[in-house]
């Protein structure tokens, strides 16, 4: 079993729909990221967290440490918005600098 | 404007030949690193550095070599040992206090691998 597990693995909507990606990990954690991955292959950090919520823009993370799970969600989707979503913990006791394990991202793909 | 610029983005190789990608970046990070994506997989750590001169294998590290000579600077070596090289690579870095990654990730474009 992955230590990382995203859902949906993919996902099509239409423009204005809210949008919801789950994220599950079964380890400890310092911090959870979720990343964008354009379709071009470059990758953006959208937020790092380690408790609560984060809002930026029409994007919204949160985290529950007790129950090991993450949601990204996206208000007022629009088709700009298409790209791999990832992601990523760092773990507890992971060794060196990189304890980060990554998902398998979430292919979202929002139509006008 | 500070960030991470890796080249190539495509690159084209016969079976046996060495390649290097390079990874620059100006953003004064310690901490870099090389992850490979494979279609279907998750990112997995290939090398990371936290300081010039020390680097530290990943979870894939056979039939890769890196070097750290400048801190802007982690160019990775696909040797002719790794058995199936064509993927997509990601440089990364990030700052770090000691060994704990303190900060956000900052990502090149990626270098598109392909190995004929």
Known sequence: KNEVEQSPQNLTAQEGEFITINC?????????????????????????????????????????????????????????DSAVYICAVNRVGGGGADGLTFGKGTHLIIQP | ????????????????????????????????????????????????SQIVNDFQKGDIAEGYSVSREKKESLPLTVTSAQKNPTAFYLCASSMTQGVTNTGELFFGEGSRLTVL
């Open chain 1, 24 to 80: 599950s990990y079964s380890v400890g954690i310092s911090a959870l990221h979720w990343l964008q991955q354009h379709p071009g292959g470059g990758i953006v950090s959208l937020f790092m967290l380690s408790s609560g919520k984060k809002k930026h823009g029409r994007l919204i993370a949160t985290i529950n440490i007790q129950e090991k799970h993450s949601s990204l969600h996206i208000t007022a989707s629009h088709p700009r």
């Open chain 2, 1 to 48: 404007d500070g960030g991470i610029t890796q080249s190539p983005k495509y690159l084209f190789r016969k079976e046996g030949q060495n390649v290097t990608l390079s990874c620059e970046q100006n953003l004064n990070h310690d901490a870099m690193y090389w992850y490979r994506q494979d279609p279907g997989q998750g990112l997995r750590l290939i090398y990371y």
